[in-house]
């Protein structure tokens, strides 16, 4: 009796889990793409991957089919694989070609606005400082920033309140310019923007934490353009032609980025977790045919 009833109460436990698993992976199907995501994603990502992962064992557990219950089991259990891998395609699918031809279009349409937004910024500057301002809406999310000669200082939203107003004194910045900051990202619908004053920078080479952009990179203007889900789309602005090396550089050894033109380079990461491969590159840069500069 005790046995049996042992066996109902696990069977019922994986039942349980295949319920989950199957309405957690309906939901990401459908959300997939949503900026709004990224709230579902950060409370689910220490949740839906050990789910998934019992799932697995469970069907694997029942693949030999004996009773009504194993076959139904192992039935829902590869249900649950073609839902998973339904997901991952509609979303590298929606991280590919469309989008790439949105960010391209939206850079053609609003090239003055950005680079006018870049120079605002810069010259708003103290010399030879560097800033990493990210805006969640009106508020910000996080103010990175580095005075000429001085260490790099990171301020996260997750960490306290930031006060932006003494956050940008420090490298110059008045409470009106960065009220300009954030009007002139949410006019062009972007939502961060990570530069330098080149002043005196040219030989420094520190990277910034989270973000694979090393400071002695000062001719790049980096601008958040999209984010999706916990990652995030941003342009990559070159204020002088970038050389035949670089571009070698960015197709072959660069997974995050893709050169568009000389000027333009499209990066694909992540403000939660860095450096990510940009999806599908390789069919990008067939298809736009950016093999040769």
Same mark, same amino acid.
């Given at each position: 009796?005790?046995?049996?009833?042992?066996?109902?109460?696990?069977?019922?436990?994986? $039942?349980?889990?295949?319920?989950?698993?199957?309405? !957690? @992976?309906? #939901?990401?199907?459908? /959300?997939?793409? =949503?900026?709004? *995501?990224?709230?579902?994603?950060? $409370?689910?990502?220490?949740?839906?991957?050990?789910? !998934? @992962?019992? #799932?697995?064992?469970? /069907?694997?557990? =029942?693949?030999? *089919?004996?009773?009504?219950?194993?076959?139904?089991?192992?039935?829902?259990?590869?249900?649950? @694989?073609?839902?998973?891998?339904? /997901?991952?395609?509609?979303?590298?699918?929606?991280?590919?070609?469309?989008?790439?031809?949105?960010?391209?279009?939206?850079?053609?349409?609003?090239?003055?606005?950005?680079?006018?937004?870049?120079?605002?910024?810069?010259?708003?500057?103290?010399?030879?400082?560097?800033?990493?301002?990210?805006?969640?809406?009106?508020?910000?999310?996080?103010?990175?920033?580095?005075?000429?000669?001085?260490?790099?200082?990171?301020?996260?939203?997750?960490?306290?309140?930031?006060?932006?107003?003494?956050?940008?004194?420090?490298?110059?910045?008045?409470?009106?310019?960065?009220?300009?900051?954030?009007?002139?990202?949410?006019?062009?619908?972007?939502?961060?923007?990570?530069?330098?004053?080149?002043?005196?920078?040219?030989?420094?080479?520190?990277?910034?934490?989270?973000?694979?952009?090393?400071?002695?990179?000062?001719?790049?203007?980096?601008?958040?353009?999209?984010?999706?889900?916990?990652?995030?789309?941003?342009?990559?602005?070159?204020?002088?032609?970038?050389?035949?090396?670089?571009?070698?550089?960015?197709?072959?050894?660069?997974?995050?980025?893709?050169?568009?033109?000389?000027?333009?380079?499209?990066?694909?990461?992540?403000?939660?977790?860095?450096?990510?491969?940009?999806?599908?590159?390789?069919?990008?840069?067939?298809?736009?045919?950016?093999?040769?500069?």
């Amino acid at each position: 009796m005790k046995e049996e009833k042992g066996m109902t109460f696990w069977r019922s436990a994986a $039942i349980g889990v295949k319920v989950l698993v199957t309405m !957690l @992976l309906a #939901a990401m199907c459908v /959300t997939t793409g =949503n900026a709004e *995501m990224e709230f579902f994603f950060v $409370i689910t990502i220490l949740l839906w991957i050990p789910l !998934l @992962l019992l #799932a697995f064992v469970i /069907t694997i557990c =029942n693949v030999r *089919m004996r009773d009504t219950y194993q076959r139904v089991v192992f039935l829902w259990g590869v249900g649950n @694989l073609l839902l998973f891998g339904l /997901t991952w395609w509609l979303d590298s699918r929606q991280a590919d070609e469309v989008e790439v031809d949105g960010l391209v279009a939206h850079y053609c349409e609003h090239e003055r606005e950005l680079w006018t937004l870049a120079d605002y910024t810069r010259s708003a500057m103290d010399s030879g400082a560097y800033l990493d301002l990210e805006f969640d809406g009106d508020k910000v999310d996080h103010f990175h920033t580095r005075v000429a000669g001085g260490e790099f200082v990171y301020r996260w939203k997750t960490s306290g309140p930031i006060d932006a107003v003494e956050v940008g004194a420090t490298i110059g910045l008045t409470a009106d310019e960065i009220e300009g900051i954030r009007q002139r990202l949410k006019d062009l619908d972007c939502f961060c923007i990570a530069l330098s004053d080149y002043n005196g920078l040219a030989d420094d080479s520190v990277t910034v934490y989270g973000r694979r952009r090393a400071v002695r990179d000062v001719d790049i203007v980096t601008i958040g353009r999209k984010r999706y889900g916990m990652s995030a789309y941003y342009y990559n602005l070159y204020r002088q032609p970038m050389s035949d090396s670089t571009w070698n550089e960015l197709l072959v050894d660069d997974c995050t980025r893709i050169p568009v033109n000389d000027t333009l380079a499209l990066e694909y990461g992540s403000p939660a977790f860095g450096d990510i491969c940009y999806p599908c590159k390789a069919d990008i840069v067939r298809r736009m045919n950016l093999n040769e500069k």
